[in-house]
């Protein structure tokens, strides 16, 4: 068995992107803390791109285009990658503890 874990910050923002896009699906499906369906991350980042503030949608595509290219565990984060990444968890906390 492989760990597909990040091994630095080049990975860390998509992960963290993806992470979040999965809480979301859940609250809005209305299944909180139960998984009764199971939601892909490709799946759960184009459910993100349709419901969250349109400031997001720039990070939610480069993380989905960046799952088609692979893992790169070499390649240096974007610039602003990883703060805009920290941000959409904040913000992703907030609505799920505002419902």
């Known amino acids: 068995m492989t ?7 080049a990975e860390l923002d998509g992960l963290l992107t993806e992470i979040e896009s999965h809480a979301l699906t859940t609250f809005g499906s ?6 009764l369906e199971v939601t892909s991350k490709r799946a759960a ?5 349709q419901v969250v503030d ?6 939610l595509e480069q993380v989905r285009l960046d799952r088609a290219r692979g ?6 984060p974007r ?6 990444a920290l941000e959409f968890v904040a913000e992703c906390q907030e609505l799920a ?3």
């Open 54 to 59: 349109p400031r997001w949608l720039p990070l």
């Open 3 to 9: 760990d597909s874990r990040p091994t630095g910050l």
């Open 45 to 49: 980042l184009l459910w993100a791109e």
């Open 30 to 35: 209305g299944y909180v803390g139960l998984y």
């Open 79 to 84: 610039p602003g990658s990883l703060e805009s």
């Open 71 to 76: 893992w790169g565990p070499a390649e240096p």
């Open 97 to 99: 503890a505002s419902r």
